[in-house]
């Protein structure tokens, strides 16, 4: 349990990255799903760094390796949180961007826990 909320802790960190991000390059007029992209692969970064220091602990894998699967558990779920958010926004375009991303965050992160978890710190 200490491992999960450890993980929730790191992923807040990501949510604010991500949120950052996005809110910026908005304001560059940068459109909702390009601006969400950048952003995505903002905290993505930014995660496995905390994840595999604070939540896990390194995997024993080359680092080239560990990022490897990371990035592919990352892409996995990052395409869930992304679809949540992008039906979101195309559907309701009065919401919010920041509510549409919580929303795909929320959605993708058990998915995420059990993939980091099981595919790229497991033994």
Aim: proline share 5%; net charge positive.
């Amino acid at each position: 349990m200490k491992r999960f909320i450890r993980f929730l802790l790191v992923g807040a960190v990501g949510f604010l990255v991500d949120a950052g991000v996005l809110l910026g390059l908005l304001a560059l007029s940068l459109g909702p799903l390009p601006a969400r992209m950048v952003a995505i692969a903002l905290a993505l970064t930014v995660t496995w760094l905390m994840n595999r220091s604070m939540t896990f602990s390194p995997s024993g894998r080359s680092l080239v390796a560990e990022g490897g699967r990371y990035g592919g558990v990352g892409l996995a779920t990052s395409l869930v949180n992304f679809a949540v958010y992008s039906l979101l926004i195309l559907a309701l375009p009065w919401l919010p961007p920041i509510l549409a991303l919580a929303a795909g965050s929320a959605t993708a992160t058990l998915l995420s826990y059990f993939g980091y978890s099981k595919l790229v710190f497991g033994r």
